[in-house]
């Protein structure tokens, strides 16, 4: 028997309904195969958009099984939409121990989640019950004019001064 991995990206809207995980567990099984290593690595982030998807989910699973028995596999990811990319590479050894892959994923979520609860503001339990300041513009009085119409009129007479 040959050891295998098969990494798979599923479309991130499809991948809830879709069960082509355990289809591919199962299958495995049933070709009298042995899983060494199983994976639901999550939601990451594509290098470039497919299918203008900009997120995939990530599956990867090692196991062992005779090449013959290799075509059944491939099969289950021929002809599935869900798809948009997968890779089926033959390993020299077992890998048992959890990918470089899940611990990134893994690090950048504790990460995105440490710095979302640092940026979440504080709330006072003790609310404010001060209403704000508003400040009101100040009132024309009556009988005086306005800078505007002042400049006009000094303009004016300025003009006056200079023909007489």
Known sequence: MNQYEIVFILNPQQSAESKLFEKCQEQIKSSKGLIHRTEDIGSRDLAYPINDCNKGHYFLINFELEPSELVNIESLFKFNEAILRSALVKKRTIETEPSALLT?????????????????????????TEKPEIKEAPKKVEGEESTEKKSEAEIESSKKSEEG
């Not at 990134?104 to 404010?128: F, I, M």
Request: no cysteine.
């Open 104 to 128: 990134q994923t893994k690090e950048k979520q504790a990460e995105t989640k440490k710095y979302s609860e640092s940026r979440r503001p504080e709330r006072s339990e003790t609310r404010s």
